[in-house]
């Protein structure tokens, strides 16, 4: 299994909302990836984790929380979103986390803030 | 991080082989070369990576230059399938991808 599964795959949410995104792989991999996409631009990274603990946070706003309760899983938190955040929310998982290594991307989360 | 420079787009036929360039003056003695795609509403898709010699996989070669300064990722017989956005990314801390060049492929 090489798959790395991002829910929901569309999100609509208003500004006073709070939501959450899903990632899930089962490849073993130790290190897990959130890259924030707008239209017709390169992925941004935003968050990395190695081990379960944030490594690399790319001094994304406080709004965006992400966590990681185990190797396996990754959820990325939203609160009082901004409708600029409407973006392609990318997932991606590697075997420990080191920049040599290829990532594995899932189809990502298509959000629109309202 | 070094940065990538490529060109926005270019354009093949169908099964012919396509050279996508890019070139990476500030490369550090230790990053890596990647080459990402991303076909329409998909995310990235490894496609290859190398230190210094050239490489090839199923999918793709990667030629480097002897100085490192540039690199050319080489497509053997483009297919429709192949049109997609191609990104050349240094491995500095983490990954961060350039602009990429958009790669259309005609019949």
């Known amino acids: 299994d090489t798959e790395v599964t991002q829910t929901p795959k569309h999100l609509v949410m208003g500004m006073t909302n709070k939501k959450s995104l899903k990632c899930e792989q089962h490849m073993g991999h130790r290190a897990m990836y959130w890259y924030k996409q707008k239209a017709k631009k390169p992925p941004e990274l935003m968050f990395v984790y190695s081990y379960e603990k944030l490594s690399i946070n790319e001094s994304v706003p406080s709004r965006f929380s992400p966590e990681c309760p185990n190797s396996s899983l990754l959820n990325l938190h939203l609160h009082a979103l901004q409708p600029e955040d409407s973006a392609l929310y990318l997932c991606?998982?590697?075997?420990?986390?080191?920049?040599?290594?290829?990532?594995?991307f899932g189809s990502g989360t298509q959000l629109s803030v309202l | 991080d070094a940065k990538t420079t490529q060109p926005n787009s270019m354009e093949s036929n169908e099964e012919e082989p396509v050279h996508l360039p890019c070139n990476h003056s500030?490369?550090?003695?230790?990053?890596?070369i990647h080459w990402y795609r991303q076909l329409p509403s998909q995310g990235p898709e490894y496609v290859i990576h190398g230190l210094t010699s050239n490489v090839n996989n199923r999918m793709a070669s990667l030629a480097i230059a002897e100085d490192r300064k540039s690199s050319t990722l080489i497509l053997h017989r483009a297919t429709l399938r192949d049109a997609a956005v191609y990104y050349c990314?240094?491995?500095?801390?983490?990954?961060?991808f350039g602009k990429g060049t958009s790669l259309l492929v005609t019949p």
């Open positions: 990314i240094l491995s500095g801390y983490a990954l961060n």
């Open positions: 500030t490369i550090s003695g230790t990053d890596y």
């Open positions: 991606a998982s590697s075997q420990v986390g080191i920049p040599t290594e290829k990532l594995f």
